[in-house]
């Protein structure tokens, strides 16, 4: 189904800047064009092969010395980011599609950084086993 997502000024910048892209390639191409509407095509106008886009993927990621990664991953790591900023589960929920707790929970890892955080301090208000509970 249609999603509607929230998208802050940078990607529109990007996605005004792909437009304009698009647009350009439609006039060059205007004999060998398919007007599919879509935000990222081929030259022709038609969906990018996957392949392709896989092996542009790897290229690119070996230039900028990053490891190859699948574009789905970037949906667990946008998850992850917003609930260590705090947002609720909920939203998160709504933002993303999900529409249990159970397929939420498997976008949603805790890292070795997270655990470390953790004390028993966070947990439970230490100053409190000092006090004497049986004077009155």
């Keep these: ?20 892209k698009v647009s350009s390639m439609m006039l060059m191409n205007q004999g060998n064009w398919s007007d599919l509407d879509l935000v ?17 993927l790897k290229r690119l ?3 900028v010395g990053i ?11 946008c998850i992850n980011n917003w609930r260590k900023s705090g947002h609720d589960y ?6 993303t599609g999900h529409k249990t707790m159970a397929v939420f929970k498997r976008y949603n890892t805790v890292d070795e950084e997270e655990l470390k955080s ?5 947990y439970m208000d230490t100053s409190l086993m000092y006090l004497n ?3 009155s």
């Excluded at 997502?5 to 304009?20: A, C, W």
């Excluded at 990222?40 to 542009?56: A, V």
Aim: hydrophobic share 40%; charged share 25%; with cysteine.
């Design 1 to 20: 189904g249609i999603r509607k997502i929230e998208v802050g000024p940078q990607v529109m910048d990007v996605l005004d800047i792909q437009y304009k």
């Design 40 to 56: 990222f095509p081929s030259n022709q106008g038609t969906p990018i092969n996957g392949r392709y886009l896989l092996t542009c």
């Design 61 to 63: 990621a070996k230039e």
């Design 67 to 77: 490891p190859v990664f699948r574009f789905h991953d970037l949906r667990h790591v």
């Design 90 to 95: 909920f939203k998160i929920m709504k933002a």
């Design 118 to 122: 953790l004390t028993m301090d966070t």
């Design 133 to 135: 509970c049986w004077d």
